[in-house]
Protein backbone atom coordinates (compact mmCIF):
# COMPACT_ATOMS: atom_id res chain seq x y z
CA UNK A 1 0.00 0.00 0.00
CA UNK A 2 0.62 3.55 -0.89
CA UNK A 3 1.84 6.21 1.88
CA UNK A 4 -2.05 8.00 0.87
CA UNK A 5 -3.56 5.23 1.32
CA UNK A 6 -2.83 4.02 4.38
CA UNK A 7 -2.94 7.61 5.54
CA UNK A 8 -6.73 7.84 3.96
CA UNK A 9 -7.82 4.76 5.88
CA UNK A 10 -6.12 6.19 9.14
CA UNK A 11 -8.70 9.00 8.08
CA UNK A 12 -11.32 7.22 7.75
CA UNK A 13 -11.49 5.68 11.10
CA UNK A 14 -10.39 9.00 12.50
CA UNK A 15 -14.04 10.26 10.97
CA UNK A 16 -15.76 7.10 12.57
CA UNK A 17 -14.20 7.88 15.94
CA UNK A 18 -15.34 10.99 15.80
CA UNK A 19 -18.48 10.18 14.97
CA UNK A 20 -19.03 7.78 17.29
CA UNK A 21 -17.30 9.53 20.16
CA UNK A 22 -17.72 13.38 19.70
CA UNK A 23 -20.41 13.79 17.92
CA UNK A 24 -23.42 15.45 19.30
CA UNK A 25 -26.55 15.62 18.21
CA UNK A 26 -28.48 16.97 20.93
CA UNK A 27 -26.56 19.66 23.37
CA UNK A 28 -26.76 18.91 27.28
CA UNK A 29 -28.25 21.00 29.77
CA UNK A 30 -26.03 19.70 32.45
CA UNK A 31 -23.38 21.94 31.89
CA UNK A 32 -23.99 25.39 29.72
CA UNK A 33 -19.75 26.74 28.98
CA UNK A 34 -19.36 30.07 28.15
CA UNK A 35 -17.03 28.97 25.30
CA UNK A 36 -15.37 25.55 24.21
CA UNK A 37 -13.89 23.85 21.47
CA UNK A 38 -16.71 23.80 18.32
CA UNK A 39 -14.61 21.33 15.82
CA UNK A 40 -15.54 18.18 13.58
CA UNK A 41 -13.54 15.22 11.68
CA UNK A 42 -11.44 17.57 9.50
CA UNK A 43 -9.70 19.50 12.61
CA UNK A 44 -9.06 15.92 14.10
CA UNK A 45 -7.83 14.40 10.64
CA UNK A 46 -5.55 17.50 9.81
CA UNK A 47 -4.39 17.05 13.33
CA UNK A 48 -3.61 13.40 12.71
CA UNK A 49 -2.05 14.07 9.27
CA UNK A 50 0.27 16.60 11.01
CA UNK A 51 1.23 14.32 13.58
CA UNK A 52 1.91 11.42 10.87
CA UNK A 53 4.66 13.86 8.58
CA UNK A 54 5.70 13.99 12.43
CA UNK A 55 7.54 17.58 11.47
CA UNK A 56 7.37 18.87 15.27
CA UNK A 57 7.78 22.45 15.05
CA UNK A 58 6.79 25.35 12.13
CA UNK A 59 6.13 23.40 8.71
CA UNK A 60 3.22 23.84 5.93
CA UNK A 61 0.27 24.11 7.72
CA UNK A 62 1.53 26.81 9.66
CA UNK A 63 2.71 28.44 6.36
CA UNK A 64 -1.25 27.99 5.52
CA UNK A 65 -3.00 29.13 8.39
CA UNK A 66 -0.65 32.46 8.64
CA UNK A 67 -2.22 32.84 4.65
CA UNK A 68 -5.49 32.36 5.00
CA UNK A 69 -5.31 34.86 8.09
CA UNK A 70 -3.59 37.50 5.45
CA UNK A 71 -6.47 36.71 3.48
CA UNK A 72 -9.19 37.19 5.62
CA UNK A 73 -8.06 40.32 7.25
CA UNK A 74 -6.05 41.65 4.29
CA UNK A 75 -3.06 42.33 5.89
CA UNK A 76 0.36 41.77 4.77
CA UNK A 77 2.27 39.77 6.86
CA UNK A 78 0.92 37.13 10.31
CA UNK A 79 3.38 35.44 12.36
CA UNK A 80 1.95 32.69 14.38
CA UNK A 81 2.93 32.39 17.95
CA UNK A 82 2.54 30.20 20.97
CA UNK A 83 -0.31 31.74 22.65
CA UNK A 84 -2.28 35.11 22.48
CA UNK A 85 -0.16 36.02 25.55
CA UNK A 86 2.98 35.65 23.54
CA UNK A 87 1.25 37.93 20.73
CA UNK A 88 0.84 40.70 22.81
CA UNK A 89 4.20 40.43 24.91
CA UNK A 90 6.06 39.95 20.72
CA UNK A 91 3.83 43.04 19.48
CA UNK A 92 5.38 45.33 22.47
CA UNK A 93 8.77 43.98 22.52
CA UNK A 94 9.03 44.42 18.44
CA UNK A 95 8.30 48.69 19.77
CA UNK A 96 11.18 48.22 21.72
CA UNK A 97 13.95 47.37 18.85
CA UNK A 98 16.76 50.26 18.64
CA UNK A 99 16.19 50.16 15.01
CA UNK A 100 12.94 52.48 15.30
CA UNK A 101 15.07 55.40 16.57
CA UNK A 102 13.11 58.01 18.11
CA UNK A 103 10.18 56.15 18.23
CA UNK A 104 11.45 52.84 20.20
CA UNK A 105 9.68 52.21 23.28
CA UNK A 106 12.14 52.21 26.04
CA UNK A 107 12.26 51.84 30.03
CA UNK A 108 10.36 54.61 31.91
CA UNK A 109 7.98 55.12 28.81
CA UNK A 110 4.16 55.19 28.54
CA UNK A 111 1.71 53.11 26.63
CA UNK A 112 -1.94 54.31 27.36
CA UNK A 113 -4.12 51.34 28.00
CA UNK A 114 -8.05 51.04 29.63
CA UNK A 115 -8.43 49.74 33.59
CA UNK A 116 -10.99 47.36 32.46
CA UNK A 117 -8.62 44.97 30.72
CA UNK A 118 -7.34 41.14 30.70
CA UNK A 119 -4.35 41.13 31.94
CA UNK A 120 -2.03 39.97 28.84
CA UNK A 121 -2.88 43.33 27.13
CA UNK A 122 -1.46 45.43 30.67
CA UNK A 123 1.44 42.75 31.27
CA UNK A 124 3.87 42.83 28.46
CA UNK A 125 3.94 46.86 29.17
CA UNK A 126 5.02 46.27 32.06
CA UNK A 127 7.15 43.17 31.41
CA UNK A 128 9.40 45.99 28.73
CA UNK A 129 9.98 47.82 31.84
CA UNK A 130 6.93 50.81 29.95
CA UNK A 131 4.64 52.14 32.13
CA UNK A 132 0.78 51.55 31.20
CA UNK A 133 -1.32 54.52 31.59
CA UNK A 134 -4.81 54.01 32.89
CA UNK A 135 -7.66 55.43 31.17
CA UNK A 136 -11.96 54.58 31.55
CA UNK A 137 -14.21 53.26 29.33
CA UNK A 138 -17.43 54.14 28.16
CA UNK A 139 -20.73 52.90 28.08
CA UNK A 140 -18.99 50.26 24.96
CA UNK A 141 -16.98 48.84 27.61
CA UNK A 142 -14.19 50.47 25.02
CA UNK A 143 -11.88 52.99 26.06
CA UNK A 144 -13.14 56.55 26.66
CA UNK A 145 -11.20 58.28 23.94
CA UNK A 146 -12.36 61.87 25.70
CA UNK A 147 -9.54 61.22 28.59
CA UNK A 148 -6.56 60.86 25.68
CA UNK A 149 -5.51 64.08 25.90
CA UNK A 150 -5.36 63.91 29.78
CA UNK A 151 -2.91 60.48 29.76
CA UNK A 152 -0.89 61.60 26.66
CA UNK A 153 2.98 63.21 28.24
CA UNK A 154 5.95 63.80 26.92
CA UNK A 155 7.21 60.26 27.63
CA UNK A 156 3.86 58.44 25.73
CA UNK A 157 4.91 56.01 23.21
CA UNK A 158 1.98 53.89 22.15
CA UNK A 159 -1.48 53.53 22.59
CA UNK A 160 -2.85 49.54 23.23
CA UNK A 161 -6.33 48.11 23.28
CA UNK A 162 -8.67 45.25 22.89
CA UNK A 163 -12.07 45.70 21.39
CA UNK A 164 -13.99 44.62 24.69
CA UNK A 165 -16.10 41.33 24.14
CA UNK A 166 -15.97 41.57 20.61
CA UNK A 167 -17.20 45.16 19.94
CA UNK A 168 -15.01 47.49 18.11
CA UNK A 169 -13.26 50.39 20.14
CA UNK A 170 -13.96 53.83 18.47
CA UNK A 171 -10.87 53.45 15.43
CA UNK A 172 -11.36 56.66 13.80
CA UNK A 173 -10.41 58.87 17.17
CA UNK A 174 -8.12 56.74 18.52
CA UNK A 175 -6.17 56.43 15.25
CA UNK A 176 -6.59 60.35 14.69
CA UNK A 177 -4.58 61.23 18.36
CA UNK A 178 -2.44 58.27 17.46
CA UNK A 179 -1.56 60.20 13.83
CA UNK A 180 -1.20 63.79 15.35
CA UNK A 181 1.46 62.46 18.11
CA UNK A 182 2.99 60.04 16.80
CA UNK A 183 2.32 56.88 18.68
CA UNK A 184 2.12 53.48 17.61
CA UNK A 185 -1.42 51.87 18.09
CA UNK A 186 -1.51 48.09 19.03
CA UNK A 187 -4.75 46.44 18.30
CA UNK A 188 -5.40 43.70 20.80
CA UNK A 189 -8.00 41.87 18.45
CA UNK A 190 -7.79 38.24 20.47
CA UNK A 191 -11.37 38.54 21.38
CA UNK A 192 -12.74 40.19 18.03
CA UNK A 193 -11.47 37.89 14.92
CA UNK A 194 -14.02 38.69 12.13
CA UNK A 195 -15.57 41.69 13.44
CA UNK A 196 -15.24 44.82 11.20
CA UNK A 197 -15.17 48.55 11.51
CA UNK A 198 -16.18 51.27 9.33
CA UNK A 199 -15.74 48.31 6.62
CA UNK A 200 -12.69 47.34 7.22
CA UNK A 201 -11.82 43.79 9.53
CA UNK A 202 -10.46 44.44 12.84
CA UNK A 203 -6.99 43.29 13.19
CA UNK A 204 -5.96 44.61 10.11
CA UNK A 205 -6.17 48.45 11.59
CA UNK A 206 -3.49 48.91 13.89
CA UNK A 207 -0.03 49.50 13.46
CA UNK A 208 0.38 46.42 14.76
CA UNK A 209 -2.48 43.55 15.99
CA UNK A 210 -2.64 40.73 18.04
CA UNK A 211 -5.34 37.30 17.88
CA UNK A 212 -5.64 34.43 20.76
CA UNK A 213 -6.58 30.79 19.30
CA UNK A 214 -6.86 29.82 22.84
CA UNK A 215 -10.34 27.81 23.00
CA UNK A 216 -12.71 30.18 24.11
CA UNK A 217 -11.70 32.14 20.71
CA UNK A 218 -13.49 32.49 17.70
CA UNK A 219 -11.28 29.80 16.12
CA UNK A 220 -8.76 27.60 18.39
CA UNK A 221 -5.77 25.75 17.85
CA UNK A 222 -5.97 24.64 21.85
CA UNK A 223 -2.75 27.18 22.63
CA UNK A 224 -1.90 29.26 19.84
CA UNK A 225 -1.78 33.22 19.02
CA UNK A 226 -0.83 35.60 15.83
CA UNK A 227 0.97 38.97 15.26
CA UNK A 228 0.26 40.85 12.35
CA UNK A 229 0.84 44.10 10.29
CA UNK A 230 1.23 45.65 7.28
CA UNK A 231 5.00 46.98 7.83
CA UNK A 232 7.64 45.20 6.56
CA UNK A 233 9.93 46.58 9.23
CA UNK A 234 7.70 45.56 11.88
CA UNK A 235 7.28 42.28 10.52
CA UNK A 236 11.00 41.61 10.51
CA UNK A 237 11.64 42.55 14.02
CA UNK A 238 8.21 40.66 15.51
CA UNK A 239 10.16 37.80 13.58
CA UNK A 240 13.22 38.47 15.36
CA UNK A 241 11.84 38.47 19.10
CA UNK A 242 9.50 35.74 18.07
CA UNK A 243 12.57 33.63 17.11
CA UNK A 244 15.31 34.00 19.90
CA UNK A 245 16.22 37.99 18.55
CA UNK A 246 17.68 36.65 15.78
CA UNK A 247 19.16 38.90 12.60
CA UNK A 248 18.31 36.22 10.14
CA UNK A 249 14.81 35.79 8.73
CA UNK A 250 15.01 32.16 7.05
CA UNK A 251 12.09 30.28 7.33
CA UNK A 252 12.39 26.73 9.57
CA UNK A 253 14.90 24.47 7.44
CA UNK A 254 16.14 26.68 5.11
CA UNK A 255 19.44 28.49 4.63
CA UNK A 256 20.26 31.91 3.39
CA UNK A 257 17.07 33.08 1.97
CA UNK A 258 18.70 36.51 2.04
CA UNK A 259 22.00 35.29 -0.09
CA UNK A 260 24.04 37.34 2.16
CA UNK A 261 24.61 34.31 4.66
CA UNK A 262 28.80 34.65 4.54
CA UNK A 263 28.71 37.46 3.36
CA UNK A 264 27.80 40.54 6.27
CA UNK A 265 30.03 42.22 8.85
CA UNK A 266 28.89 43.22 12.44
CA UNK A 267 30.89 45.43 14.82
CA UNK A 268 33.01 42.93 17.56
CA UNK A 269 31.91 39.98 15.06
CA UNK A 270 34.44 37.94 12.82
CA UNK A 271 33.92 38.79 9.43
CA UNK A 272 31.53 37.07 7.18
CA UNK A 273 29.99 35.42 10.31
CA UNK A 274 27.24 32.97 9.46
CA UNK A 275 23.76 35.09 9.58
CA UNK A 276 21.65 32.37 11.04
CA UNK A 277 23.78 33.14 14.14
CA UNK A 278 23.74 36.69 14.38
CA UNK A 279 20.93 37.75 17.61
CA UNK A 280 20.06 41.59 16.89
CA UNK A 281 17.84 41.53 19.91
CA UNK A 282 17.10 40.01 23.08
CA UNK A 283 14.11 37.61 22.13
CA UNK A 284 12.37 34.58 22.88
CA UNK A 285 11.12 31.19 21.52
CA UNK A 286 7.49 31.63 21.27
CA UNK A 287 6.27 29.76 18.04
CA UNK A 288 3.98 27.77 16.89
CA UNK A 289 4.10 24.28 16.29
CA UNK A 290 2.58 22.73 12.83
CA UNK A 291 0.28 20.18 14.80
CA UNK A 292 -1.54 23.47 16.50
CA UNK A 293 -1.63 25.40 13.14
CA UNK A 294 -3.30 22.05 11.39
CA UNK A 295 -6.31 22.30 13.55
CA UNK A 296 -6.25 26.21 12.83
CA UNK A 297 -6.09 25.54 8.80
CA UNK A 298 -9.44 23.54 9.45
CA UNK A 299 -10.99 26.04 11.55
CA UNK A 300 -10.67 29.00 9.84
CA UNK A 301 -12.60 28.34 7.19
CA UNK A 302 -15.50 27.87 9.68
CA UNK A 303 -14.77 31.43 11.10
CA UNK A 304 -17.44 33.30 8.88
CA UNK A 305 -20.22 30.77 9.51
CA UNK A 306 -18.57 30.69 13.76
CA UNK A 307 -19.18 34.61 13.57
CA UNK A 308 -22.61 34.48 12.04
CA UNK A 309 -23.88 32.32 15.06
CA UNK A 310 -22.46 34.44 17.42
CA UNK A 311 -24.44 37.56 16.42
CA UNK A 312 -27.62 35.35 15.64
CA UNK A 313 -27.18 34.40 19.58
CA UNK A 314 -26.25 37.71 21.00
CA UNK A 315 -28.95 38.82 18.79
CA UNK A 316 -31.05 36.45 20.51
CA UNK A 317 -30.46 36.97 24.18
CA UNK A 318 -30.66 40.74 23.78
CA UNK A 319 -34.11 40.58 22.20
CA UNK A 320 -35.53 37.75 25.05
CA UNK A 321 -33.94 40.54 27.56
CA UNK A 322 -34.15 43.95 26.19
CA UNK A 323 -37.87 44.28 28.32
CA UNK A 324 -35.62 44.64 31.21
CA UNK A 325 -34.11 47.52 30.67
CA UNK A 326 -34.95 48.49 34.59
CA UNK A 327 -33.02 45.79 35.67
CA UNK A 328 -29.96 46.01 32.89
CA UNK A 329 -27.82 48.24 31.27
CA UNK A 330 -27.23 46.90 27.97
CA UNK A 331 -23.34 47.85 26.39
CA UNK A 332 -23.94 50.52 23.55
CA UNK A 333 -21.83 49.77 19.96
CA UNK A 334 -20.18 52.19 18.13
CA UNK A 335 -22.32 53.60 14.74
CA UNK A 336 -19.41 52.46 12.43
CA UNK A 337 -19.01 48.64 14.70
CA UNK A 338 -20.06 45.37 13.53
CA UNK A 339 -19.15 43.25 16.28
CA UNK A 340 -18.09 40.00 16.38
CA UNK A 341 -19.38 39.19 19.77
CA UNK A 342 -17.35 37.46 22.63
CA UNK A 343 -19.90 37.24 24.69
CA UNK A 344 -23.54 38.60 26.26
CA UNK A 345 -22.57 41.11 28.79
CA UNK A 346 -25.41 42.37 31.67
CA UNK A 347 -24.93 45.39 34.38
CA UNK A 348 -26.95 45.83 37.24
CA UNK A 349 -28.88 49.22 37.32
CA UNK A 350 -28.31 50.81 41.10
CA UNK A 351 -30.87 50.26 43.51
CA UNK A 352 -32.41 47.03 42.33
CA UNK A 353 -33.15 44.50 45.32
CA UNK A 354 -30.46 42.10 44.96
CA UNK A 355 -26.87 41.69 44.39
CA UNK A 356 -25.18 40.77 40.90
CA UNK A 357 -23.37 37.80 43.12
CA UNK A 358 -26.84 36.58 43.70
CA UNK A 359 -27.95 36.39 40.00
CA UNK A 360 -24.40 35.14 39.40
CA UNK A 361 -24.90 31.96 41.81
CA UNK A 362 -28.20 31.08 40.64
CA UNK A 363 -26.85 30.55 36.93
CA UNK A 364 -24.17 28.78 37.95
CA UNK A 365 -26.20 26.49 40.25
CA UNK A 366 -28.32 25.95 37.31
CA UNK A 367 -24.95 24.60 35.18
CA UNK A 368 -24.66 27.97 33.33
CA UNK A 369 -21.40 29.40 33.38
CA UNK A 370 -20.59 33.44 33.75
CA UNK A 371 -17.11 35.10 33.63
CA UNK A 372 -16.31 38.61 34.66
CA UNK A 373 -15.44 41.34 32.59
CA UNK A 374 -11.87 40.11 32.54
CA UNK A 375 -9.85 42.04 35.41
CA UNK A 376 -12.94 44.35 36.02
CA UNK A 377 -10.70 47.81 37.28
CA UNK A 378 -7.19 45.85 37.25
CA UNK A 379 -6.09 48.63 39.38
CA UNK A 380 -7.83 47.28 42.16
CA UNK A 381 -6.36 43.58 41.64
CA UNK A 382 -3.70 42.51 44.16
CA UNK A 383 -0.99 42.55 41.36
CA UNK A 384 -1.25 46.03 41.60
CA UNK A 385 -0.19 45.69 45.53
CA UNK A 386 3.53 45.57 44.83
CA UNK A 387 3.45 47.98 41.92
CA UNK A 388 5.01 51.84 42.97
CA UNK A 389 1.31 54.47 41.73
CA UNK A 390 3.26 57.27 39.68
CA UNK A 391 6.17 55.36 39.15
CA UNK A 392 5.32 51.97 37.73
CA UNK A 393 1.87 52.66 36.59
CA UNK A 394 -0.43 56.05 36.47
CA UNK A 395 -3.97 56.86 36.56
CA UNK A 396 -4.87 59.57 34.12
CA UNK A 397 -9.05 59.76 35.08
CA UNK A 398 -11.38 58.69 37.35
CA UNK A 399 -12.11 54.74 36.97
CA UNK A 400 -15.60 55.27 37.59
CA UNK A 401 -16.99 53.19 34.77
CA UNK A 402 -14.92 50.69 35.21
CA UNK A 403 -15.60 50.31 38.95
CA UNK A 404 -19.47 49.85 37.52
CA UNK A 405 -18.72 47.43 35.63
CA UNK A 406 -16.56 45.56 38.45
CA UNK A 407 -19.26 45.48 40.59
CA UNK A 408 -22.20 44.88 38.87
CA UNK A 409 -21.61 43.55 35.86
CA UNK A 410 -20.76 40.11 34.37
CA UNK A 411 -21.21 38.21 31.00
CA UNK A 412 -21.98 34.50 29.42
CA UNK A 413 -21.32 33.03 26.62
CA UNK A 414 -22.44 32.84 22.89
CA UNK A 415 -21.00 29.86 21.75
CA UNK A 416 -21.87 29.21 18.31
CA UNK A 417 -22.57 25.60 19.18
CA UNK A 418 -25.57 26.44 21.47
CA UNK A 419 -28.32 24.62 20.75
CA UNK A 420 -31.93 26.42 20.92
CA UNK A 421 -32.78 24.65 24.01
CA UNK A 422 -29.53 25.72 25.33
CA UNK A 423 -30.10 29.41 24.55
CA UNK A 424 -33.86 29.26 25.80
CA UNK A 425 -32.62 27.57 29.01
CA UNK A 426 -30.48 30.13 29.65
CA UNK A 427 -33.23 32.85 29.48
CA UNK A 428 -35.68 30.94 31.24
CA UNK A 429 -33.16 30.78 34.48
CA UNK A 430 -32.43 34.72 34.17
CA UNK A 431 -36.39 35.36 33.76
CA UNK A 432 -37.37 32.79 36.90
CA UNK A 433 -34.44 34.65 39.32
CA UNK A 434 -36.31 37.85 38.06
CA UNK A 435 -39.65 37.06 38.59
CA UNK A 436 -38.25 35.97 42.61
CA UNK A 437 -37.71 39.94 42.91
CA UNK A 438 -41.20 41.08 41.34
CA UNK A 439 -40.14 41.36 37.49
Known amino acids: MSRNEIKNQIFDLVEKYYMEFHHQETPSLDRIPYAGRNF ?9 DSALDFWLTEGKYCKALEDRIQGFLGVKFCHLVNSGSSANLIALSALTSPTLEERRIQKADEVIVVAASFPTTINPILQIGAVPVFVDIDDSLNLDSSYLSQALSPKTKAVMIAHTLGSPFNFNSIKEFCEL ?71 PGKDNTCGKRFSQ ?46 IENWFFFHESLKEFNNVFLFPKTNELA ?26 EKNNIQTRQLFSGNI ?34 GVNPSFSESQKVFIISKIKEFLSLYGY
Request: hydrophobic residues 35%; contains cysteine.
Open 40 to 48: DQKEMINLI
Open 379 to 412: TRQPMFDNLELEKEYRIASPLKRSDQAMDLGFWF
Open 265 to 310: SFTKLPDNYDHKYIYSHIGYNLKMTDMQASIGVAQIEKLKSFVEKR
Open 338 to 363: EPSWFGFYLELKKDIPFRKKDLIEFL
Open 181 to 251: HNLWLIEDNCDAFGAKYDGKMTGSLGDISTLSFYPSHHITTGEGGAVITDSPKLSKLILSFRDWGRDCWCP
